[in-house]
């Protein structure tokens, strides 16, 4: 079993609408998860990064962390197809002085016009 | 702002050829990371290093080496190249008291 699990998808949605996506994790020592946004061919490009459970919110998007639960979230409201791309979940750990980050498999998400 | 660099952006070798690959982190950022991502895959952690020092080590062959410079910049050596070695290489940079890590565009490498 993967430390962090992430559906691949892919999704397709219309435009304007809320997307959800989602990561379960199993390391209850993970202190840090992120959501990459990554474009073919691209680098992942950093979109949220969140430490406490709870909501976290940046314009149209919401990082959300259940650690009881280990389960993450990100939400995209007003979806445009701008924003269709891999979605990567990651987490942290630290290691030596510094972090370890662990990806899920990314989700493929459609937005269509 | 400045990003994390990555040459070359694409890499063409034959196999059992070498390549070295070259990352230049965010300035000030002491951290560097590098993945290698297959397609359709998620990227796999390889190896990080932390003030020039190896700071931990993932699925890296063998066959793989890498190293952090006095100026903070990475390379990553890669010998006797296989098929399977084709792949995207990502380097990332983070300041290690924090831990947002932001990646370069990759290197895409082609073993043929």
Redesign the interface.
């Known amino acids: 079993q993967k430390e962090v699990e ?1 559906d691949p998808g892919p999704l397709s949605v219309p435009e304007g609408a809320i997307v959800s996506l989602n990561c379960t994790y199993s390391n209850s020592a993970f ?2 998860f ?1 959501w ?1 946004r990554q474009y073919s ?6 979109l949220m ?1 969140t ?1 406490s459970s709870g909501n976290k919110e940046d314009g149209r998007f919401t990082a959300q962390v259940d650690k009881s639960s280990k389960y993450i979230s990100l939400f995209i409201r007003d979806s445009q197809p701008s924003d269709s791309a891999t979605y ?1 979940c990651a987490m ?1 750990l630290p ?12 989700t493929r998400l459609k937005v269509l016009a | 702002a400045a990003g994390v660099i990555q040459s070359p952006r694409h890499l063409i070798k034959e196999k059992r050829e070498t390549a070295t690959l070259k990352c230049y982190p965010i300035p000030r950022h002491d951290t560097v990371y590098w993945y290698q991502q297959g397609p359709g895959q998620d990227p796999q952690f390889l190896i990080s290093f932390y003030e020039k020092m190896q700071s931990d080590k993932g699925s890296i062959p063998d066959r793989f080496s890498a190293q952090q410079f006095s100026d903070y910049h990475s390379e990553l050596n890669m010998s006797s190249l296989e098929l399977g070695d084709s792949a995207l290489y990502f380097c990332a940079s983070s300041l290690a008291r924090h831990t947002e890590a932001f990646f370069g565009q990759g290197t895409r490498l082609t073993v043929v």
């Open positions: 992430q202190q840090y992120m990459y061919r691209k680098g992942p490009e950093l990064y430490y990567l942290s290691t030596s002085g510094t972090y370890k980050y662990i990806f899920g498999t990314g």
